[in-house]
């Protein structure tokens, strides 16, 4: 009889420590695993979705280096209303190269939605600092057609590994910031417009 209550203690026991450390990788999940990704995205589908415009499985499934920059429409405070705050700046291998259906976007600052792979947010706003110079990022993979998973018309969807989210130090970023200044802009193609209005 003793023996039968000790196992059941023992299971009880085993229960009780399992189920906070259970809750507790579920909650750290998104920290190190692409949980968005596995629930959003179908490659496959979108590839049927956007067949006429040119995108196929191989070209959504090609990984770019980007490098990105935090310029948001109204201004950089904590309450900037512009649900596409981020730019390409920089694209290896060249978008033009990858998909030559698209736009050659050689010195054109390109506003995106941007998408970290595990939780489906953007770049935290805790990283970009308080002057422009400091919202240069390097980061690593995949563009999609504007417009996918719900985000807003008009610009491409960047969806990135979180693990390859890298600030880019002072220096580069000063590099980088001098010469963007006097290249073509997106923002002021009519056909890309997402929504966004000055408020």
Same mark, same amino acid.
């Given at each position: 009889?003793?023996?039968?209550? /000790? @196992?059941?203690?023992? &299971?009880?026991?085993?229960?009780?420590?399992?189920?906070?450390?259970?809750?507790?990788?579920?909650?750290?999940?998104?920290?190190?695993?692409?949980?968005?990704?596995?629930? @959003?995205?179908?490659?496959?589908?979108?590839?049927?979705? /956007?067949?006429?415009?040119?995108?196929t *499985?191989?070209?959504?499934? *090609?990984?770019?280096?980007?490098v990105?920059?935090? /310029?948001?429409?109204?201004?950089?405070?904590?309450?900037?209303?512009?649900?596409?705050?981020?730019?390409?700046? =920089?694209? &290896?291998?060249?978008?033009?190269?990858?998909?030559?259906m698209?736009?050659? =976007?050689?010195?054109?600052?390109?506003?995106?939605?941007?998408?970290? =792979?595990?939780?489906?947010?953007?770049?935290?706003?805790?990283?970009?600092?308080?002057v422009?110079? =400091?919202?240069?990022? *390097?980061?690593?993979? +995949?563009?999609?057609?504007?417009?996918?998973?719900?985000?807003?018309?008009?610009?491409?969807?960047?969806?990135?590994?979180?693990?390859?989210?890298?600030?880019?130090?002072?220096? &580069?970023?000063? @590099?980088?910031?001098?010469?963007?200044?006097?290249?073509? /802009?997106?923002?002021? +193609?009519?056909?890309?417009?997402?929504?966004?209005? *000055?408020?």
């Amino acid at each position: 009889m003793s023996t039968g209550t /000790n @196992n059941s203690s023992s &299971k009880i026991a085993t229960i009780v420590v399992l189920i906070p450390i259970l809750a507790a990788l579920w909650y750290a999940a998104p920290w190190v695993l692409p949980i968005w990704w596995w629930q @959003n995205v179908d490659i496959e589908a979108l590839a049927r979705t /956007n067949a006429e415009a040119g995108y196929t *499985k191989a070209s959504l499934e *090609k990984e770019f280096d980007f490098v990105v920059y935090y /310029n948001p429409r109204g201004g950089r405070s904590s309450n900037s209303t512009d649900p596409c705050p981020f730019q390409i700046i =920089e694209s &290896k291998p060249a978008w033009k190269t990858a998909y030559p259906m698209g736009v050659d =976007e050689f010195e054109l600052l390109v506003r995106c939605s941007l998408v970290d =792979e595990r939780d489906g947010e953007p770049i935290s706003k805790m990283w970009v600092g308080s002057v422009s110079e =400091e919202g240069f990022f *390097k980061i690593r993979g +995949w563009r999609f057609p504007p417009g996918s998973f719900g985000k807003p018309p008009g610009r491409p969807v960047v969806v990135f590994k979180g693990l390859s989210f890298e600030k880019l130090d002072l220096s &580069k970023a000063l @590099n980088y910031w001098s010469t963007i200044k006097t290249w073509e /802009n997106d923002d002021e +193609w009519e056909d890309r417009f997402d929504g966004w209005s *000055k408020p």
